[in-house]
């Protein structure tokens, strides 16, 4: 038998006995761990679980006999055979005294209804404080999401453990000495001046209300709390409401597998929007002779200048009556959906089934196409799955982590937060992408490559690997394909003859690679700056063949994982709200999956796949697509080269919109059908770790705003389809019979438990986390290696516009920003259209920070205001996607990548000018007038 | 709040707004402008430092000697340097007593208020300098010439109450020769480079 490790000691039963009881401690559990197991309560405040335990505040000292002082029961872990008393005269009194030290500091009037201090001092049964107060600082309110009121502090110091161990934001300290000692922001400067991305984490953690939600929010007695999901990003992570007459007060994190408890600015303080008195609450209708043209705006506060309120009767006949009138005289294929991976997996599931047997033709697709369709073309063709392949908390478990061309904090953040625990604890981050993201400060090997180099550096990484003799070679031999090919194809990629073209030093490349291919786990995580290219099939092609050869894969710890953007684009693309496949990526034009499908929907299904988004943009101007319908998509915003597709809009002969805001889609519409925000309808998603998840309606939908599965319904019914679904159960039943891979998920069971992961293929399967164990989903059973050589981008810098366009996410907003400009926090940070340019771009163009600049490209021009920021490259221009004043996607290319289908929004040539002139219209409300209320 | 034409959005069109800094792109004031002094320091002596947090004392030590006090920028630097989160370099800096804020004044006053100092009035001394100086210790003149000071022993009891001027130690001072000594180093020229001429308030942490 060998000895066991210091750490199996350390895990084993600890018998000992706890006011004169014998109690046994699992592994390394605290006194008050274990005592709060066994219903014994000790007060407690710097002390909370999941935060490192600190031992600051005294509170929860316990006598542990034989010793001369007490114990903090927080941090002193119990010995066999000790004897522990919490409650006896000496412990009692030293927990009073400190609580009532605490008290005396606290101002007359709290912040918050639940403070702990008040909370353990009313079980204790604490009288007024004797001792006089101390000076206390005065609130800082200059965050528009957080009040700070250090007057509350008793410097428990849990904000600090937030904001630096969990996040790892990194903002909050503790600073000064003695008596003048407090927590600061930064350079102890006010909140809203500080770096703070308003994770609201430190607010959470916070047990006295010194740090709150801003606006007295504390004060108010919910009265009632629903659990949900966040509706934002693909991380899925699992939150509850705190309702008070059907308004949303504040939103908490709630301990789901994703996110343990945690969140980001928009899932703590971006659900205004929902409250927002632009709602869409009455089906609207185009008025006779209201101009639609290409450059049609309209202000969303007064929709009736154009169009007329309409009963559901009125507008449903309507809709229906033109994409029949279409379908009878053009054709099936002239009519097309575009569903949204913002809904639900049921909405998704019946947006598709609609059209597949409503329309009659495949024409259906979503913002997928945008987003990962590439990544997922090459897992398809490699691996024959397009889910990942391991969860991001995986990279907990992983030696390296490899990222690629995605920038989490922004856009993942509580992922984010996951990679900086694992560096914390020990992982090796490399970190690969042209833009310096905040990531880089915690990467063991930054990498800023040249933009659209991918291929270059990836293949020099393979060239490395193979010889130096780090392939796995047994892998290769028992569960892959192709490696010869593709060993002949890296050959001719030296890192020495890639080092010039991707800007990274031939030894940086193979440092890098040796680490990945000799760690026990390697995992792979990337994001748009892989898939958003020509050659974004390719780049994705490459990091598969990457993790293949390395047999990095199939364990807990390693793997691929493709960061989904939206929250539910997983579910939406699962639910076949894809062209050319039906729910669980069956291929429409496989007889088999065809004949399936034709006998459980009864009905006969078209066996040619469907266009694409970009496709059916270029459909509408050629004049073969008439009809659409669209349901909480926004393509005048989020498609490249806006303009052209705008155009396609404006000359469609119908165009029905369900929504709810006028997005800049809505210009161009026949008929605006209102539909329900996520707060207020039940279904599931399913997020970037393959987790089904329940989100539950919290709210009632304003004015006559419908369910929009109702909505989809009856129009369906309108054309001629017999659809009597009850609600989102009923529809997830029948998906439960159409997908094999959530077969064994219930309702039920989603009830209970809010997340289930698939594979779930028998009820009670626990779900499958880590997949691809011993073999690959392929009809072979292996994975296929493609190779790939350079191709470089459809548009290169020249003379005339010498710079690169990058467009992508900011942390503050959503996409195209129909809910988050709308959530007055959010606003208020984040109120107009920047362009970030490096410093000394800048400079050479004359400019400040703050001035506005001009962008061009071939295709349109926008002007914003120029933030200088030296994580941009030299010789790029960085510009998110969701401002109308300033549409990124005006200048965009829709180049296509021939495979995925997917549109180059990572690259195109611009010039930049000083100058310029601002859009006049730049808010919808809500967030810039607090902002100016707080400025005055 | 920001203040417009610096760093936020520039004109107040439908009233004023609080962006985020433009140039506050990236946390950790990605895309800063140093001082020109903070600059030199770095690209000398402080690159000199390895990047790890054991350097933050030396470090910070460095900065002050150079550029004598610690300014935001040098503060910025030094984590950015160190890979270290600003609250944590405020922290360490804040804590000691060494570290200043703000630029001192073309000439140092230091009060004992040492057990023996006190005894022999150095309480009352103290509050006529302030009073004089219309500043609390910590803190310098509005023109710039006289930082205030206090120090709790010199180890020259023998002269209580002890006043060190610059470098000079005056001993058995009181209210009128200390009028006098302030008035003389006032009007006088500065004892070597002036150091900047930026003052504070000299609350405790106001430096901003």
Known sequence: MTAMTKEEMAAMPVEFKLNGKPVVANGNETIIQTAKRYGVEIPHLCYKEGLRPD??????????????????????TPASGMEVTTDNARAVASQKMVLELLLSDMPEERHTLASELDQWAAKLKLGKPRFAPRHQPTADLSHFGIAVNLDSCIQCTRCVRACREEQVNDVIGYAFRGEHSKIVFDFDDSMGDSSCVACGECVQACPTGALMPARGVGLVKPDKQVHSVCPFCGVGCQLTYNIKDNKILSVDGRDGPSNHGRLCVKGRYGFDYVHHKQRLTKPLIRKAGAPKHVDFTMDPDYPLEHFREATWEEALDLVAGGLRTIRDNHGKKALCGFGSAKGTSEEAYLFQKLVRVGFGNNNVDHCTRLCHASSVAALIEGVSSAAVSNQVSDVMHAEVIFLIGANPTSNHPVAATWIKNAVKNGAKLIYADPRRGDLARHATHYLQFKADTDVALLNAMMHTIVHEGLVDKKFIKSRTLGYEELRKNVEGYSPEAMAPICGIPAETIKEVARIYAKSKGSMILWGMGISQHIHGTDNARCLIALCMMTGQIGRPGCGLHPLRGQNNVQGASDSGLIPMVFPDYQRVDNAAARTRFEKLWGATLDPKPGLTVVEIMDAVHEGNIRGMYIMGENPAMSDPDAHHAREALAKLDCLVVQEIFLTETCYYADIILPATAWPEKDGTVTNTDRMVQLGRQALTAPGEAKPDLWIIQEIARRLGLDW???????????????????????????????????????????GQSVVFIDKFPTPTGRAQFVPADIIPADERPDREFPFVLITGRQLEHWHTGAMTRRASVLDAIEPEATAQVHPLDLDAIGAKPGDVISVASRRGIVSLYARADDGTPRGAVFIPFCFYEAAANLLTNAALDPVGKIPEFKYCAVKLMKGGELTPRSSYGGGQAMAALEVE | MKKPGNGSTP?????????????????????????????????????????????????????????????????????????????????????????????PGRHRVTVCSGTACYVRGSGKLMDDIKADLKIVPGGTTSDGAVSLESVSCFGACALAPVVVVDDKVLRQQTSASMKKVIQDISAGPSKGKARGTRSTSAVRGARK
């Open chain 1, 724 to 766: 009597n679904y009850e609600g989102a159960k009923d529809v997830f039943n029948e998906m439960r019979r159409a997908m094999p891979s959530i077969a064994g998920i219930t309702w039920e069971r989603l009830e209970q438990e809010s997340c289930v992961t698939y594979p779930c293929e028998k009820e009670g399967d626990p």
């Open chain 2, 11 to 103: 004109g107040k069109k439908g009233g004023a707004r609080k962006a985020k800094s433009p140039i506050n792109g990236s946390p950790r004031g990605a895309g800063l402008r140093l001082d020109p002094a903070v600059a030199r320091w770095l690209a000398g002596a402080g690159a000199a430092f390895p990047s790890s947090q054991s350097s933050m004392i030396p470090m910070l030590q460095s900065a002050q000697a150079a550029l004598g006090y610690l300014p935001r920028d040098a503060m910025q630097a030094i984590a950015r340097h160190l890979l270290v989160p600003p609250a944590l370099v405020e922290g360490v800096a804040s804590f000691y007593a060494q570290f200043r804020f703000n630029a």
């Open chain 1, 55 to 76: 031992g600051n505040c005294r509170a929860c000292v316990v006598e542990v006999k034989g010793e001369r002082v007490l114990a903090a029961s927080c941090c002193r």
